[in-house]
Each structure stands twice: as C-alpha cells, then as structure tokens.
C-alpha cells in the first residue's frame, strides 16, 4: 500500500505513452506553458494529476482548446493596434551585400 506522501512522477516519454501522444507534442506545449508539468533535473516531470488536466484541456469544451485560432489572431492584432504614447518602433537592421 502506498503512503499519502509517495509520490509519482512520470518522464515526458512515460506520460506520451500513457496519452497515447507524440512526444515532442508534449515538449512543444510544456514549453509555451500550455499545459501542466513540473521541471525536475532540467526535464519535464509530469504527475498523474498533470495528466487528467491535460486530458481536460484537450477537451473540445475545456480551456484553451474552445478558444479558436481565427479569434486569438484578431484579438493580438487588436492588441498590437495599441501603442503608447512616446514609443518609437523598432526598425531592421539592414542587409549586408554579400
């Protein structure tokens, strides 16, 4: 029987497998902090809980799943429309001739 402070922790190639996902899936949304996970030793740990949140939120009525792409474009575009006063854009660096 397992004590109330053992804990499970499963490595990214674990928790794909259990999801049945491509790994590099999992890594991809760690990353931009779309889902949950805990870094341990520099790689992704993923506990039991992480994964039925991950599961939830891949649901089409979960979190960021229901949100479709069309809208968030338009609400960064909306966003980008909004400069401060006294901002002066950045321009790019110019080519060299090679």
């Known amino acids: 029987m ?3 402070h053992d804990l499970v922790l499963y490595t990214k190639y674990e928790a794909a497998e259990i999801l049945r996902v491509k790994v590099s899936w999992l ?3 760690a990353a931009a902090r779309q889902i949950p996970f ?3 030793g520099g790689t992704y740990r993923f506990t039991p809980e992480h994964l ?3 599961v939830r939120l891949s649901e089409p009525s979960g979190g960021a799943a229901a949100v479709r792409p069309e809208r968030r474009r338009q609400r960064r575009r909306e966003a980008s429309r909004q400069v401060p006063d006294g901002f002066i854009p950045l321009r ?3 080519r060299r001739a090679a």
Do not use: Q, V
Request: net charge positive; charged share 40%.
């Open 38 to 40: 805990t870094m341990l």
């Open 52 to 54: 039925a949140e991950i």
């Open 92 to 94: 790019p660096r110019p």
């Open 2 to 4: 397992k004590s109330s």
């Open 27 to 29: 890594e991809r949304r």
